[in-house]
C-alpha cells in the first residue's frame, strides 16, 4: 500500500515562505504523478499543483508564480515549496499520489489514488 506523509506545515506571516514535503512509502513513487490539494474550513477541496512522474508540472492561477512542485525520486520525495504566502493561502494541504499514465498530471482529486492525512498552513495578517 501506498503511504503519504505531509510535513512542513505550521504558521508563518504574510509574505514570508513555507517548504511542505510528501514522504512516500511502498508502491512506486518514480511512476506517480503527484499532486498538491488544499482545503480550507468550509470550503471545498482545491487544487494546488502537480507533477508528472516525467517532472511536467501544472499550478492553480491562484499560486502561479508563488509556488513551485518538485520531485526526488531517489528520495520518494514531492515538495510544495510556497513563497509570498497570503492569508488565503491558509488551509490544510494534503498531497496525493497518482498511478495512472497522463501527458499532463491532473488538477482533480478523483484522478489520485492515495492521500496523505494533510498538514496544516496557517498565514497571518
Known amino acids: 500500500q501506498v503511504q503519504l506523509v505531509e510535513s512542513g506545515g505550521g504558521l508563518v506571516q504574510a509574505g514570508g515562505s513555507l517548504r511542505l514535503s510528501c514522504a512516500s512509502s511502498g508502491g512506486l513513487f518514480s511512476r506517480y504523478d503527484m499532486g498538491w490539494f488544499r482545503q480550507a474550513p468550509g470550503k471545498e477541496r482545491e487544487f494546488v499543483a502537480a507533477i508528472s512522474s516525467s517532472g511536467g508540472n501544472t499550478y492553480a492561477d491562484s499560486v502561479k508564480g508563488r509556488f513551485t512542485i518538485s520531485r526526488d525520486n531517489a528520495k520518494n520525495t514531492a515538495y510544495l515549496q510556497m513563497n509570498s504566502l497570503k492569508p488565503e493561502d491558509t488551509a490544510d494541504y494534503y498531497c496525493?499520489?497518482?498511478?495512472?499514465?497522463?501527458?499532463?498530471?491532473?488538477?482533480?482529486?478523483?484522478?489520485?489514488?492515495?492521500w496523505g492525512q494533510g498538514t496544516q498552513v496557517t498565514v497571518s495578517s
Open positions: 496525493a499520489a497518482d498511478r495512472s499514465s497522463r501527458l499532463t498530471p491532473s488538477q482533480y482529486p478523483e484522478h489520485y489514488d492515495h
